[in-house]
């Protein structure tokens, strides 16, 4: 008798599972696409309004980049920050500290902070030619000191081999190393990984919503 009880609370509650999964579906999926068109508003607010970009948007071929640069002399420094970071962070203190020695420019790649998204993949050749091209269009003249930052350090290295002649010195912070995931299958993967979820995630508004990437208090005002 008991198991028949059992059995027949079973089939209740797997009925009730189908019953209400497709609504639990339906919620979740209404769920993110108010998410998604908040997110994209609220982005667009902050990038046009509350946040305007600092520098010039400069026509690169398909899409506009951001750059923004302060001082005068030479040679001119390129700051590139690495994964998940923008012209932002650059401008708090590093960029106005060396624009009272030599000229500076921070930019955004593309798809980053205010700068537009471009042709995909945005690989190390493509992010070399891109900033080869954003430069030469802004007439920010060379020679140039890149300033490669984790994972830009690779693609600072890839532009001077491509444009050795405009290079005068690479500063490469915390960099990734061209050999870095070698053996490291588990860590590659989690790269990959977070290279797809985060995105979506943002799209979504899930950082805003739960803070995620919180600011640092001592920032400057407009950097956090």
């Known amino acids: 008798m008991n198991r028949g009880v059992v059995r027949n609370g079973g089939k209740r509650f797997l009925r009730w599972i189908r019953k209400a999964l497709p609504w639990s579906l339906a919620a979740l999926a209404v769920t993110l696409i108010v998410r998604a068109i908040y997110q994209a508003i609220a982005t667009e607010i902050d990038q046009r309004e509350a946040f305007p970009g600092p520098g010039e948007m400069v026509d690169v071929g398909e899409h506009l980049l951001h750059l923004n640069c302060l001082g005068q002399g030479s040679p001119t420094i390129v700051l590139d920050g690495g994964w998940g970071y923008t012209s932002v962070e650059w401008s708090g203190w590093v960029q106005p500290e060396v624009a009272e020695h030599t000229r500076v420019c921070a930019y955004d790649r593309a798809g980053m902070g205010w700068s537009e998204p471009g042709p995909s993949p945005l690989d190390a050749t493509r992010a070399a030619s891109e900033l080869h091209t954003l430069l030469q269009?802004?007439?920010?003249?060379?020679?140039?000191?890149?300033?490669?930052?984790?994972?830009?350090?690779?693609?600072?290295?890839?532009?001077?081999?491509?444009?050795?002649?405009?290079?005068?010195?690479m500063v490469l912070v915390d960099s990734t190393h061209p050999d870095q995931f070698e053996g490291s299958g588990l860590a590659l993967t989690m790269n990959r990984v977070v290279g797809i979820v985060g995105p979506l995630i943002a799209r979504v508004g899930i950082p805003r919503v739960f803070d995620l990437y919180p600011s640092q208090p001592e920032l400057p005002p407009l950097q956090r």
């Open 137 to 169: 269009k802004a007439d920010e003249e060379g020679p140039y000191v890149l300033v490669g930052h984790s994972l830009v350090g690779l693609y600072s290295r890839v532009y001077a081999e491509r444009y050795p002649e405009e290079v005068a010195g």
